[in-house]
């Protein structure tokens, strides 16, 4: 496979000395364009960088492709959005990953903050609220996928079965945090590396193959920014500095109880433990911001899922969508609107920089750490309990899309939420199961179903059904 057109001027030698080998502004124009086609979720991103990076452009190869994107799998954050930091770096260094990594959210961040204003703004009429309607029975069927999809790849053995069982039941039935969650899973299946390696799958070395002309940055030389403890601090500073300084200064100027500084320090808190992806934290977002600050309902946290679904980018960028009806419900002295725009923005900051510092501060050491078996050992029993984590997120949405009334029940430890079957709401029922059919038997994409999910919700709505 021979390069486009656009890369004759690329130097195919490997990137040492500090020497530049991809001119920037054509990785900056391939950033942008991958930035347009990120739909589909982190799959369906890595998959577009895949064949633009490795495939086409032939950039980086195969190998530096798939130990970058093993390194952002086991980070909190969004892995797809890491790994275009990852990559941007091991190009063009700090402004490389800066740039790459803030193009691929771009997009997301302005349409999503778009779609929120239309949700306030018009919400309430019958129209949008049945498009909304027939949106959020589509989620669960797309959550649903997406247990399917991890389990099939991270499943392979009783012992991580086990795993994603027990963080199912610790979430939904015990109530343990999602962050306690995550760490067990990972000191879980270290130990099952170190005392039980069998119990873990064993990836052939094939599947680390390379096809085609050589890349642009081999796969045999180090990148040439070694990790120095003066760089390590450099980034750690600058990284911390321009993260806290926008929560101190909104928590000076609205007060430690503005839901500005609560948004700020909650989702500061939330994406350094976003493992396992979005789907992975949604449940502890969704909890939170429903039942403990009170910013949005459950119905409205699946719909803005759904928006988030529709949207390019990463699909934590949902929490915009949190932030923006929490500060326009609570805007303490400033207007409305403004205060749901500042709230969303602050909240997309403080959720994306943290990416940006651990690719920054990790990518050096991790250009001269291949193949670490703890390291992998710990992500694998992680990825196990992101299905059980993803299943308990399903269970959910469930119950407060296809019921209206729910009924706590608490026996000794365990606190169960169940539906009240009297409440059964017919036809969002019938839309899921209509979702259901498109993605697993029709094999339509999630965007198409979406739309086709969003008409169903319209015509039912038009028709007088109760939708709402």
Known sequence: MTAPRDDADVQRQPQGHGQTVVPFPTAVRAWFLISLQTFGGPAGQIAVMQRTLVDEHRWIGQRRFLHAMNYCMLLPGPEAQQLATYVGWLLHGTRGGLVAGGLFVLPGVVALLVLSAVYVAFGDTTAVLAVFAGLAPAVLAIVAQAVQRVAKRALDGRALVAIAVAAFLALALFGVPFPLVVALAGVA???????????????????????????????????????????????????????????????????????????????????????????????????????????????????????????????????????????????????????????????????????????LLGAPYMERLRGNRSLSAALTGITAAVVGVIANLGVYFAVHTLFSETVGVDRGPLHLELPDLATLRPVPLAIAVVAAVLLFRVRWSVLRTLGGCALLGLAAGLAGLPVG
């Open 189 to 359: 299946g270290w130990a099952l590396g170190r005392w039980r390696p069998a119990a873990l799958p064993q990836k052939a070395a094939a599947a680390a193959g390379d096809d085609g002309p050589p890349p642009v940055i081999s796969d045999d030389v180090l990148h040439s920014e070694p990790p120095t403890a003066r760089r390590t601090l450099r980034v750690l500073l600058v990284g911390l500095l321009v993260w806290g300084v926008p929560l101190a200064a909104v928590a000076l100027l609205t007060g430690a109880g503005s839901v500005f500084t609560q948004q700020g320090l909650f989702f500061s808190g939330a994406a350094v433990v976003t493992f396992g992806g979005a789907y992975a934290v949604l449940a502890y977002v969704a909890q939170q911001a429903v039942e403990t600050y009170g910013w949005l309902g459950p119905r409205e946290m699946v719909r803005g899922l759904a928006l988030a679904e529709t949207t390019p980018g990463p699909l934590i960028m949902v929490v915009q969508f949190v932030a923006f009806l929490g500060a326009y419900r609570d805007p303490g002295t400033l207007d409305p609107w403004v205060a749901a725009v500042l709230a969303s923005l602050l909240v997309t900051w403080v959720t994306f920089l943290p990416s940006f510092l651990f690719v």
